[in-house]
C-alpha cells in the first residue's frame, strides 16, 4: 500500500515514511492510493475474529491492510498491547450499550484520559516507539492544547523510548479535572508547560517553532495532531467493532452518529463505509460551531475568523475549520488533487470559503457517500443530558449529547442508530452539574487526582525561551 497527497503529490510513499509527518510536502493530507476493499467473506471471518479473539485481532486484520513495511508479527504484537481491558476497561474495548429501540451508543471514551482520541493515541504511541527504535532516531513532540488532545498524547507517550513531549496549555484555563490529569503526571519524557496566555498564543509558538526550519531538523520537533494518518486508520477499527455488535449478520445496514470537530472521527467512517462496511448514513452532529454542518446543509464550506468561533460547553468541538476535511473532499470530486489544491490552498486563503452548491458533485455527499448533519446548541445539550438521564438512567457527556440529538432528527425505520460516545461527563462536570443538579460519576481511578502533586512550568508566551527548554533536555 503506497500513500499520496489530496493537494496532487502522487510519489508513492510507504506507511512508515508519513507515520511520523504531519502534512505532505505540498500542503495536502495522506491517503492511501486506494481503499482496500472488505468482501462479504472478509466481514464474516472478521466478525469471528471480534468474537472469538477480540479488538485487537480485529484490529490487527484492518490495520495489515494498509500497513505493509511492519513486519506482520510485530503490527500483531503492537495491537495486543495496545487494546487491553487494562487500558480500556472492558474486553470488548468499545462496547455497545442500549439506550432505545434501534439507538446504541458505542462507548469510544473508557482509555486513560476518558476521551474517544485515546483510541487512536495509545496505539500512535506504540507505533512511534516502535519505529523510533527501527531508525535509531528520537522524536520531540510539540504541541499546544486547550484539554483533550494533550492528555491524550501525553498518556500515549509517557515512559516511551526515544520520545519527548513539550505539551503548552494556557495558563489556569483548563478545568481543574484536565489540569489534574496532566500535571500529575510525573514521566520524564513528559513536560507541561503552562503559558501566560490564551490557546492562541499556545498554539502561535508551537507554530514559530515549527516554521523554524534549522531548529525542527535538528530537534526532530514532530507533532500528533488529528492530521496524522495513523490516527484516522487506527479509528477505523472501532466502526468495524461497532457494526459487529450492531448486527448479526452482513446483510444488515446501520448508521454511525459522530459529534464532529476537526472531521477525524467521522472521517474514520468515511473509510470504513468505502472499504465495503454496511453503513446506510454517516450523521455529522456540530455544536455552535457548524461549519461542517454548514458544507452538508449549502454546499458552502466557510471557515471561522477567531471572532465567529464560539466557546461553547462542547469545547473538544469548538473549531473554526475542520482540519480533516480536505480528505473528504478529495474523495468527493474523484480524487483530482489539482482542483483540491485550487480550493484548499488558493481560494479558502483568498476568500476563506469556497461553494461546491452547483457541483454536481455536491449532491453526492449524501446520496452516494452518506452524509447528513445537524447541529446542537447548549440548550439541546442540557435537554439530551437530562432526558437521556431521566429515560435510561444513563449519563453522557456534552459532545456526546450533540451526537444523540442529532441522531435522533436522522432515524429511519430499521436501521439501527450508533451514537458514538466520545467522552465521560466526569470531564466536563460543570455542565452535567447545569443539567443534573448532580455530580457526574467518578470512575475509581480517578479519585482525588486533584490533590496529587504537580509537575508544570510557568512560562511567558515566548518562543526563545521554549526551544532554549527544549534544546537543554535533548543535551545536543
Ligand atoms: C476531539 C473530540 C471531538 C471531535 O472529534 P474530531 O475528530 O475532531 O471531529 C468530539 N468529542 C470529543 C470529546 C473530543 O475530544
New binding site residues.
Given amino acids: 500500500m503506497n500513500y499520496l497527497s489530496t493537494r496532487g503529490d502522487t510519489t508513492p510513499r510507504k506507511f512508515c515514511e508519513i507515520l511520523l509527518e504531519g502534512l505532505a510536502p505540498d500542503g495536502g493530507l495522506y491517503l492511501p492510493e486506494a481503499y482496500p476493499q472488505v468482501s462479504d467473506a472478509t466481514l464474516g471471518e472478521w466478525r469471528k475474529v471480534y468474537h472469538e479473539q477480540g479488538y485487537a485481532a480485529l484490529a490487527f486484520e484492518i490495520l495489515s491492510l494498509y500497513i505493509d513495511d511492519i513486519p506482520a508479527a510485530d503490527l500483531r504484537a503492537l495491537c495486543a498491547k495496545t487494546y487491553t481491558a487494562e487500558v480500556f476497561g472492558t474486553g470488548e474495548i468499545v462496547p455497545l450499550r442500549h439506550l432505545e429501540d434501534g439507538v446504541w451508543l458505542e462507548a469510544l471514551s473508557n482509555g486513560p484520559t476518558l476521551?474517544?482520541?485515546d483510541m487512536a493515541m495509545q496505539l500512535l504511541g506504540n507505533l512511534f516507539e516502535y519505529e523510533l527504535a527501527r531508525r535509531g532516531e528520537e522524536l520531540n513532540i510539540l504541541g499546544a492544547t486547550s484539554g483533550?488532545?494533550g492528555s491524550a498524547a501525553e498518556y500515549a507517550m509517557r515512559g516511551k523510548k526515544g520520545v519527548r513531549v513539550f505539551m503548552t496549555s494556557p495558563h489556569e484555563r483548563m478545568s481543574p479535572f484536565q489540569q489534574a490529569q496532566m500535571f500529575s503526571l510525573m514521566d520524564a519524557n513528559i513536560y507541561n508547560i503552562a503559558i501566560k496566555g490564551v490557546f492562541d498564543d499556545c498554539q502561535d509558538m508551537v507554530k514559530a517553532v515549527s516554521n523554524d526550519l534549522e531548529f525542527k531538523r535538528k530537534y526532530k520537533i514532530g507533532t500528533v495532531n488529528?492530521i496524522n494518518w495513523a490516527r484516522l486508520l487506527a479509528q477505523v477499527v472501532y466502526y468495524f467493532a461497532g457494526y459487529i455488535q450492531a448486527t448479526e449478520s452482513n446483510g444488515q445496514k446501520i448508521s454511525f452518529a459522530v459529534?464532529?470537530?476537526?472531521?477525524?472521527?467521522?472521517c474514520a467512517g468515511h473509510v470504513a463505509r468505502m472499504m465495503g462496511l454496511p453503513i446506510d448514513q454517516l450523521v455529522v452532529a456540530t455544536n455552535e460551531n457548524d461549519v461542517l454542518d454548514e458544507f452538508f446543509r449549502t454546499g458552502v464550506y466557510r471557515v471561522r475568523g477567531s471572532a465567529d468561533t464560539h466557546e461553547t460547553s462542547?469545547p473538544?468541538?469548538d473549531?473554526s475549520k475542520a482540519s480533516?476535511f480536505e480528505r473528504f473532499v478529495f474523495d468527493l470530486l474523484g480524487r483530482d488533487g489539482a482542483r483540491v489544491k485550487a480550493l484548499f490552498a488558493d481560494a479558502l486563503a483568498i476568500d476563506g470559503k469556497f461553494d461546491l452548491s452547483a457541483d454536481p458533485a455536491f449532491a453526492q455527499t449524501a446520496a452516494r457517500y452518506g452524509f447528513v448533519s445537524g447541529k446542537s446548541t447548549h440548550a439541546n445539550r442540557l435537554d439530551t443530558i437530562r432526558d437521556t438521564w431521566a429515560r435510561h438512567e444513563v449519563m453522557i457527556?456534552t459532545?456526546t449529547a450533540d451526537g444523540l440529538k442529532v441522531a435522533m432528527e436522522h432515524r429511519s425505520a430499521g436501521v439501527p442508530m450508533v451514537v458514538l460516545e466520545?467522552?465521560l461527563p466526569i470531564k466536563f462536570a460543570q455542565t452535567i452539574v447545569e443539567a443534573l443538579g448532580r455530580e457526574p460519576v467518578r470512575p475509581a481511578k480517578f479519585d482525588g487526582i486533584e490533590a496529587l502533586p504537580k509537575r508544570v512550568q510557568v512560562m511567558e508566551a515566548d518562543v526563545a525561551t521554549i526551544q532554549a527548554l527544549i534544546a537543554q533536555e535533548c543535551g545536543y
Fill in positions: 476521551a474517544f482520541k483533550d488532545t488529528s459529534p464532529s470537530g476537526n472531521f477525524g472521527n467521522v462542547s473538544s468541538m473549531i480533516n457527556d459532545h466520545t467522552a
